[in-house]
């Protein structure tokens, strides 16, 4: 059973604060995925890596997949109250399934 | 472009009741699938749907079923419901099933089983 382990499970800081999530499992995955949840609505993809290694930035966001591919961080500067919200990873193991950890839920205060 | 259309919003049924969910995915995507989510359990797969068929199945009784219509459109749906089938039922589309790169959620369908 491939399981995806994110740490911490609750994060509370204050406006303008650094954060870092991570991602990580025994299996390798095809691809890692990150999406923003918020109350009562759907997540929502913010990136896809695919490569061992890769790094790819998003505005203010860092995301980074393990050499192995078995891991993944997301990396938050200077946090803002607008990133509040359920942070969840997925990985890939088919082309057509995901398994999902089990969240980071943020608190950014202003 | 319409995003991923989830009918309804909310639904409070019957424990022992069936229920039927329906998602309408983005124009052109092809693959569907169906996620429930819960406070302790997470986002669990349910199953994929592409051109009509299921590619893939979760670990779900047999009480949850889904289907594929040939406009892509997926419905899900659970018989003789538990309390415990309260959850958020999420569906996600992808083009061309590539689901390793991105899915598109929609919002969601609260369901609660009383």
């Known amino acids: 059973t491939q399981l995806l382990e994110q740490s911490p499970q609750f994060l509370s800081i204050q406006e303008g604060e650094n954060l870092t999530v991570y991602c990580n499992s025994s299996?390798?995955?095809?691809?890692l995925q990150w999406y923003r949840q918020e109350p009562g609505e759907g997540p929502v993809l913010l990136v896809t890596?695919?490569?061992?290694?890769e790094v790819k930035k998003l505005k203010r966001l860092t995301f980074q997949f393990g050499d192995a591919r078995k891991d993944s961080s997301l990396h938050i500067t200077a946090a803002q109250p607008g990133d509040t919200g359920l942070y969840l990873c997925?990985?890939?193991?088919?082309?057509?399934?995901?398994?999902f950890g089990s969240g980071t839920r943020l608190l950014v205060r202003p | 472009k319409a995003g991923v259309t989830q009918t309804p919003r909310y639904l409070i049924k019957t424990r022992g009741q069936q229920v039927t969910l329906s998602c309408s995915p983005i124009s052109g995507h092809r693959s569907v699938s169906w996620y429930q989510q819960t406070p302790g359990q997470g986002l669990q797969f349910l199953f994929e749907y592409f051109s009509e068929t299921q590619r893939n199945k979760g670990n779900f009784p047999g009480r949850f079923s889904g289907r594929q219509f040939s406009n892509s459109r997926s419905e899900m749906n659970v018989s003789t419901l538990e309390l415990g089938d309260s959850a958020l039922y999420l569906c996600?589309?992808?083009?061309?099933?590539?689901?390793?790169?991105?899915?598109?959620f929609g919002s969601g369908t609260r369901l609660t089983v009383v």
């Open positions: 996600a589309s992808s083009h061309g099933g590539q689901g390793s790169y991105g899915y598109t």
């Open positions: 299996s390798v995955f095809s691809s």
């Open positions: 997925a990985g890939g193991i088919s082309s057509y399934k995901l398994i």
């Open positions: 890596v695919v490569t061992g290694g």
